[in-house]
């Protein structure tokens, strides 16, 4: 079983950029697709990006491609999300989320089993 922790959230202005990590424990870590979705107040929980265990895929949501990237370092267990570009709608609690039993970088949260608390981004326009 994967524990996940997200860190790196906070204020910042249209524009900016923020760099959230997500440090995982377990020994499956390094098997498991990871992924960033986010949820705003009042609306559903939305992919962002995955990547597979290898990180020789990743997947972005429409709305963040070419701002977002997604990576990950199997040897420190942790995944990154580089934000670049803020945009005011990008303000919601983001939540890493992992799958250890999927071999593809998916956007359907239904395939993702752990989930960390989240951590909060707010993009002031």
């Known amino acids: 079983q994967v524990k996940l922790v997200e860190s790196g959230g906070g204020l910042v202005q249209a524009g900016g950029s923020l760099r959230l990590s997500c440090a995982a424990s377990?020994?499956?870590?390094?098997?498991?697709?990871m992924a960033w979705f986010r949820q705003a107040p009042g609306k559903e929980r939305e992919f962002v990006a995955a990547i597979t265990s290898r990180g020789t895929s990743t997947a972005y949501a429409d709305s963040v491609k070419a701002r977002f990237t997604i990576s990950r370092d199997n040897a420190k267990n942790t995944v990154t999300l580089q934000m670049n570009r803020l945009k005011a709608e990008d303000t919601a609690v983001y939540y890493c989320a992992a799958s250890p039993y999927i071999y593809y970088s998916s956007s359907d949260l239904t395939n993702y089993n752990t989930w960390g608390q989240g951590t909060q981004v707010t993009v002031s326009s």
């Open positions: 377990g020994r499956t870590f390094s098997d498991a697709t």
